[in-house]
């Protein structure tokens, strides 16, 4: 549309054609051969014409890099007011520039007036086509120029608004220059649409591992990158994990997941790219196969996790390129979920210290409570029984009293190492409070697995030499074991019936495995 519009005011300027083009079949109907005017009031209309034409260019660009980059609002309606005036200085003009046309041919008209009275019949036929072809020039300038452009103007005011309802998509009516702009526009509001909608949902997810499947997701779907792997780094341990994998045949090398830094990307904070730069990153292991491009999370100055696209070897010169741009397009979707990755993660390690205890490093009381519903809601779909022991170290503050705090701190330590040696990965060791602990045995089998796991625990503890300042202590557990449900509907009352087994163990002399039984509590409710 400018290039036309700049075509056209050129001829003005300086003579030369004009093309009547069909918008539709994309034909030339037919060519206007203008003359440079001897008018200086329409030379100076003209040449205001084409200083105004560059302006709107200039304009309608700084509005197009704003919204794509998402500037201010305030900074958007000041770039859409400019380019607005524009367009009404550009339509002033050409209407000043018709209405003195029409004055000139009239002026002219007055002149040949007398002529025409004594032409002939032909001279008058001869001068009714002048007439017809001047307003039709002068109707051209209003349809080909203003017309399209206030309708192009109107779309993006709209867009400029936010009003996505009413205008996300353009009418092309023609493969023109304003046909062209139409479906850049089109384009344009469809990928900023589609990243803020995009941001939108990630932020409701409840996890990171949600938000990571989205990107994954969408980048998948949307740009057909199939072959996608998404790493997040550990930042206390510096190691890698797979946080989503198209295949895990073809994960990334097994030395970034001890070693984060062996990961070039995430070493340097810059994209690498195999296609660009051959044998750049020398621990990757599937160069026979595939060339690969990983991207890393930028959040707060430090990479917190890494996206590895891979595309097979051997492909076009016009395949990689392709892929180039997918990954392009793709990359803004990634900028735009790291802060919120980031985010989520930093809730998520807040929430987890607020659930542990710090020094023995297993969950404290509180966790229980928040967990236990969740606890007893699955225990019950999945018709099993979870074993609970209430540990208490026996004479513990003999430890605190002879020997000082810090060693009862070591005698915890390694009695807490010791509870999560004796039981498997999927059972919880909980610090209860002081020197009493509870363990959770999750989906045993019988009564007497729960009962065998007491007296590992008590057995172990009994010869576990605990290393001090002042030399080696030995110390006990006592140990109540009750069940759930077996022993009650309620968890909480069978934490209380544990309770009230490891108080029989301690009066019955320490250092011992009770189970509870009924006998032991006669009250009617807990």
Known sequence: MCLRLKTLTN??????????????????????????????????????LSQESELLDQKFHSLTECLINQCAPEQK???????????????????????????????????????????????????????AILTIATLLYIFLIATPLRDILNKISCIAKGDSERCQKITVKSNDEVGQL???????????????????????????????????????????LENLYIYEIT???????????????????????????????????HAISSLEFPDICKHFPHKDIFEHHCIPMMANGKVVGVVQLLHKTGSTITEQEEFDHLVTRGSRYIRESTPVIEAKRFSSALQETALRDPMTDLYNRRFLETYSN?????????????????????????VNDNYGHETGDVVLIKTAEVLKNCVRASDIVIRYGGEEFVVLLIDVKT????????????????????????????????????????????????????????????????????????????????
């Open 11 to 48: 001829s003005l300027q300086h003579g030369g054609p004009v093309l009547d083009v069909a918008k539709v079949a994309n034909k030339t109907l037919d060519v206007f051969t203008l003359q440079k005017s001897d008018n200086l009031q329409m030379n100076t209309l003209i040449a205001s």
């Open 77 to 131: 309606e000041i770039l859409t007011t400019d380019l607005t005036s524009s367009l009404d200085n550009l339509y002033s003009l050409v209407i000043n520039m018709a209405v003195t046309s029409n004055t000139q041919h009239t002026d002219q008209f007055s002149e040949l007036e007398d002529i025409i009275a004594n032409a002939t019949s032909r001279s008058l036929f001869i001068g009714s086509g002048i007439a």
């Open 182 to 224: 139409a479906h850049q526009l089109n384009i344009m509001v469809d990928n900023t649409f589609s990243l803020n909608n995009f941001k939108a949902i990630i932020e409701e997810e409840e996890s990171t591992t949600e938000v990571i499947q989205r990107l994954a997701h969408l980048l998948r779907d949307r740009y057909h």
């Open 235 to 269: 930042g206390t341990k510096n190691n890698m994990s797979v946080g989503y994998a198209s295949n895990f045949e073809n994960v990334c090398s097994a030395e970034i997941f001890d070693d984060a830094n062996f990961c070039r990307a995430k070493r340097t904070g």
């Open 374 to 398: 969740t606890l007893v809601a699955s225990t019950l779909r999945r018709a099993s029984r979870v074993g609970i022991l209430m540990c208490d170290m026996d004479y513990f503050k003999e």
């Open 447 to 526: 009564s007497q697995d729960i009962l065998d796991v007491a007296e590992k625990i008590r057995s172990t503890m009994e010869l576990a030499i605990i290393n001090v300042p002042d030399g080696t202590l030995q110390k006990t557990l006592s140990i109540g074991v009750s069940e759930f449900p077996g022993d009650t509907e309620g968890f909480w009352e069978a934490i209380k019936f544990a309770d009230v087994a490891l108080y029989r163990a301690k009066n019955e002399g320490r250092n011992r495995v009770v189970r509870f039984n009924p006998e032991m509590w006669e009250q009617e409710k807990y």
